[in-house]
């Protein structure tokens, strides 16, 4: 395609009041333009959005949102850089939040975050005793706070936008040990997330003992339960499936499981749009 021209606020009125136009292929091409035009786009529309008519106003909705998704999306994969490049978890994780909800005022989540870690101002914090640190989390984020499972919704996608997890207080293995993660860095908890095929836990400490499941309220689970779930998912019981996983990694799964979701939903553009932002953090060919 040749490199279009921006256009002129003029030009950009003009295509939005074509938006409840009665011809479907004419607001498809004026959408479309607009959309490409970006950001400079946003006033119209937004003006368009509670101005126009009935079906101008719902277009117009529509594509000022997809407009913002786009540069969430641009961000979100201008944030994770190369592959091989170390990111921030807790940065990645909320601008993948800001993908679904675009306005989020990511700030006002990281202040909650901020009281959480004010919990875990205890003796057993200053300890450096893993199985005491363990247990302070597990009373504090799995009773106090009430960070659990979604067992009913288990594929629900807001299991696994962050902010979504700390309005509702439900999310999937992941999301909610990212949680556990961010609140314990903010105290300088040693506390580590580890990706095992089918399940994901936290750990604490450094000598893989005091492991601890957010899913179920944070519960300790023993590293020889792992391996028995492991054996029985089918997956052999190897130790290298207990191993600390790097943010990077972490973001990548948690992108992936949003394909998941909105394939079992049904939500095929949802889906293709995650694959590609998978495709760009983890560097592989999101999973068919």
């Known amino acids: ?51 126009g008519s009935a079906r101008g106003r719902l277009v117009a909705r529509h594509a000022a949102r997809r407009i913002r998704e786009l540069e969430a999306d641009r961000v979100l994969l201008g944030f994770a850089g190369p592959a091989e490049q170390a990111l921030d978890l807790e940065e990645g994780a909320f601008l993948l939040a800001r993908t679904s909800n675009p306005r989020l005022d990511i700030e006002r989540y990281r202040d909650r975050l901020d009281r959480m870690a004010d919990d875990l101002d205890a003796p057993e914090a200053r300890s450096g005793d893993p199985e005491a640190i363990a247990r302070l989390l597990r009373r504090t984020l799995g009773v106090r706070h009430g960070l659990r499972g979604d067992r009913r919704n288990f594929f629900d996608p807001q299991n696994s936008f962050v902010d979504r997890v700390l309005d509702r207080g439900l999310g999937i293995p992941i999301s909610l040990s990212a949680v556990y993660l961010f609140v314990a860095r903010r105290r300088g908890l040693p506390l580590f997330g580890v990706g095992m095929p089918g399940h994901f836990i936290v750990q604490c400490g450094d000598d893989g003992e005091a492991l601890l499941d957010p899913f179920d309220g944070g519960s300790r689970i023993r590293r020889s339960d792992c391996l028995a ?29 949003l394909v998941h979701s909105y394939r079992r939903l049904g939500q095929q553009n949802q889906a293709r749009r995650y694959g590609a932002l998978f495709e760009r953090v983890a560097d592989e060919p999101a999973p068919l």
């Open 1 to 51: 395609m040749a490199h279009e021209r921006p256009l002129s606020a003029s030009e950009l009125q003009a295509l939005v009041s074509l938006l409840d136009d009665r011809d479907p292929a004419i607001v498809r091409t004026c959408r479309r333009r607009l959309e490409r035009e970006g950001l400079r786009a946003l006033p119209a529309l937004d003006q368009a959005a509670i101005s």
């Open 229 to 257: 779930f492991l054996e029985r998912e089918g997956y052999g019981a190897s130790e290298t499936f207990l191993r600390v996983t790097p943010d990077r990694l972490i973001l990548a799964r948690m992108i992936v499981n």
